[in-house]
T-cell receptor, first 114, second 112 residues
């Protein structure tokens, strides 16, 4: 079974621009979570989508948004980019069975804001 | 909210030695504790997890122990090999459908 895929893998943007990242979950997984990973803050939860609805949200400004499509693929958008948004953005998909839910991560999208 | 602290931040061992990484959590309602390994240029990979109704779990050279009373859990790697070199993250979560909260990571270096 194919793993979680993320596109693009690398991205360079300038301050003020916006960016859209894409995530395709493992086949059959309906939950997609997004994390921001930086050397200083580690892995921080952005938001989670389940069946096209945002189920959980982390403590990030409104410039960070996301959505999920009917095929469970997800996108996250960051508007008005700031230098501090440079990070590895990770997507994780999960399948809940019998109250158990395990997250599997994709390779990430490395975003550099200049 | 939940807070997870992880120690040490770096760990260097000789090949064949054991490595232990410890995490403490603050939310007594947390009941799921996974460990992830992240190699350079890759996303975190789940290596083992434990739920609150279990005190210890083993998978070949890797084991995780959980002490719910003290609110801490540990990863034990025995007979370390150079390919074990990576960043290891612990995490905690209340129940399915809630966010995983991660520790800051431990960089493990295994020298041959």
């Amino acid at each position: 079974k194919a793993g979680v895929t993320q596109t693009p893998r690398y991205l360079i943007k300038t301050r003020g621009q916006q960016v859209t990242l894409s995530c395709s979950p493992i086949s059959g997984h309906r939950s997609v979570s997004w994390y921001q990973q930086t050397p200083g803050q580690g892995l921080q939860f952005l938001f989670e989508y389940f069946s096209e609805t945002q189920r959980n949200k982390g403590n990030f400004p409104g410039r960070f948004s996301g959505r999920q499509f009917s095929n469970s693929r997800s996108e996250m958008n960051v508007s008005t980019l700031e230098l501090g948004d440079s990070a590895l953005y990770l997507c994780a998909s999960s399948l809940r069975t019998g109250g158990r839910e395990t997250q599997y991560f994709g390779p990430g999208t490395r975003l550099l804001v200049l | 909210g939940e807070n997870v602290e992880q120690h040490p931040s770096t760990l260097s061992v000789q090949e064949g030695d054991s490595a232990v990484i410890k995490c403490t959590y603050s939310d007594s309602a947390s009941n799921y504790f996974p460990w992830y390994k992240q190699e350079l240029g890759k996303g975190p990979q789940l290596i083992i997890d434990i739920r609150s109704n279990v005190g210890e779990k083993k998978d070949q050279r890797i084991a995780v122990t959980l002490n719910k009373t003290a609110k801490h859990f540990s990863l034990h790697i025995t007979e370390t090999q150079p390919e074990d070199s990576a960043v290891y993250f612990c995490a905690a979560r209340r129940q399915a459908g809630t966010a995983l909260i991660f520790g800051k990571g431990t960089t493990l270096s295994v020298s041959s």
